[in-house]
């Protein structure tokens, strides 16, 4: 269920009007009617949630409406002695379920794609400014207003310079509401940041610490556009923070850089300082390396395209952690691959490419089997049906190759896979493989433990987020689980697998 599906259902079960719950949780009714019809989307403010389910834990008070809210989160049944704040706690839990923020991002991951790559901003309207001292080229701004008017003197300043390239070193923490109160300034913001990274600039981000999942996918699709280029690389803090000093630094050493400071939860900005003082630059710019030193690598894109080695790099680096491991694949895994299969997908690269990644491939999977001794691993394929394989439009589970258009299996390589799928099933008993119907819903990922993601945007060029933030990853790992959650047990689902795909062997081989 969708969350505007979720309110729904709640509101009949309790009988409740828009007016009724917009005073409950003290907003307008025209936003519990946006909320209901999905035309807006989960609202960011938690605090509105939490409201709302306390409110319907006091309306649910009688064994019917229990026995609902049990059958409707799937749960065991919530006794009708179970006190309101107990009942609200589970009811927020189920309103605000990572899952949806899971399937929200991946969708926009597959989906994005740059409208106009040559768009040019409009310039934004200058804001006042106050010389520091004759000289020194440092420029103090005042408030939220002031905040945009540096970011944009920064990146304007940044782009008006006939050598481009660099990497800007960028760290906040600071309340983000003078971005977000300025939707149009945001898209703006955008644009002159991709204009830098085509001009040759790069960016190293320190990101700002995330609590929830949902902060933490809002972060990943408001920089999708940034991390596709392939030149963005993000770091995070991986222990508590004592959030009550705030700091924003943002530097090209040797050219120009931005800092401010707020405390706690302030939310308009005092000052901040755009320098093109060459030495202060520089000190900002060691004062982020020295935060750096402490930070761990978090978001890290590879592409087909310019750095293929890294991306094989990225896979074998993943089969040589050990650990328990789920993934999902658009089509058969690639991991399962029969090797003649892999070097015929091969065939149409040039020698060296070719060799490169049949090489790459055969250790990969070599590390693959050698961890199915000890760690255990749920392969979820995505499956087509016999009469799809026979019109040539499923494509290879192999997708690290430089293709220009997608190779698709015949019945033959098809049954080969399958064949391969039903080895390793009776060989390892700790490889556990699960069939699902192809559809558009399914994307492509690989969780190992809950501490390392790698998401598959499909297509040409393949590209491939490496995601290591803790929320994140528990996110898709969770999501994945329950896209296959099933009440047979393991020995009655492997026997329920092999089934489908004998089945599958016999339809294709009878032709």
Request: one cysteine or more.
């Amino acid at each position: 269920m969708t969350f505007s599906e979720k309110l729904i259902f709640l509101m009949q079960l309790t009988f409740t009007t828009n007016k009724q719950l917009a005073t409950a949780i003290k907003v307008d009714p025209s936003f519990i009617s946006l909320l209901r019809t999905a035309r807006r989307n989960v609202p960011k403010n938690s605090v509105h949630i939490k409201a709302m389910a306390t409110y319907f834990a006091k309306k649910c008070e009688g064994n019917y409406q229990r026995m609902a809210l049990s059958e409707a989160m799937g749960r065991k049944y919530l006794q009708i002695q179970m006190d309101t704040n107990q009942l609200a706690a589970i009811l927020f839990e189920w309103m605000t379920d990572g899952r949806e923020q899971v399937a929200q991002f991946l969708h926009t991951f597959e989906s994005f794609s740059f409208e106009d790559e040559n768009a040019v901003t409009d310039n934004i309207a200058p804001v006042e400014t106050q010389k520091d001292s004759p000289g020194t080229r440092s420029f103090a701004y005042y408030g939220n207003e002031g905040k945009r008017g540096a970011f944009n003197a920064f990146t304007q300043y940044l782009l008006s310079l006939n050598a481009g390239g660099g990497t800007v070193l960028f760290s906040t923490d600071e309340s983000p509401e003078w971005l977000l109160e300025d939707q149009a300034y945001l898209a703006r913001l955008q644009e002159q940041m991709l204009l830098l990274l085509n001009k040759g600039y790069r960016i190293r981000r320190i990101a700002a610490p995330v609590y929830t999942t949902e902060q933490a996918f809002d972060s990943l699709s408001q920089l999708m556009p940034l991390y596709l280029t392939g030149q963005m690389e993000s770091y995070y803090y991986p222990y508590l923070r004592d959030n009550v000093y705030r700091r924003t630094i943002v530097a090209l050493p040797n050219v120009a850089s931005i800092v401010s400071t707020s405390i706690g939860e302030q939310r308009i900005s005092r000052a901040t300082v755009f320098t093109q003082d060459k030495r202060l630059t520089n000190a900002l710019a060691e004062e982020f390396n020295d935060f750096l030193d402490k930070c761990r690598p978090m978001m890290t894109t590879y592409s087909t395209v310019g750095n293929s080695d890294e991306l094989l790099r990225c896979i074998l680096n993943f089969e040589r952690d050990p650990g328990n491991r789920i993934q999902q694949s658009t089509s058969l895994s690639a991991i399962t691959s029969p090797s003649k299969l892999i070097q015929l997908a091969a065939e149409t690269l040039s020698p060296q490419e070719s060799a490169a990644i049949v090489d790459s491939l055969d250790s990969a999977q070599a590390l693959f089997k050698r961890r199915l001794a000890d760690y255990e691993v749920i392969d979820v394929h995505s499956f087509a049906t016999a009469e799809e394989v026979r019109t040539g439009s499923v494509p290879l589970g192999v997708a690290y190759l430089r293709q220009s258009a997608p190779i698709c299996y015949t019945p033959e390589t098809y049954v080969m896979h399958l064949k391969c799928i039903l080895t390793y099933m009776k060989q390892y008993e700790n490889y556990h493989a699960v069939l699902r119907r192809r559809d558009k819903s399914i994307h492509a990922m690989l969780v190992k433990d809950g501490r390392q993601v790698l998401l598959l945007r499909p297509g040409t060029p393949l590209t491939v987020f490496e995601i290591t933030q803790p929320y994140i990853a528990e996110a898709c790992r969770e999501y994945l689980t329950r896209q296959i959650k099933t009440t047979l047990s393991p020995a009655m689902q492997r026997q329920e697998t092999m089934s489908q795909i004998y089945q599958l062997i016999q339809e294709l081989e009878r032709g």
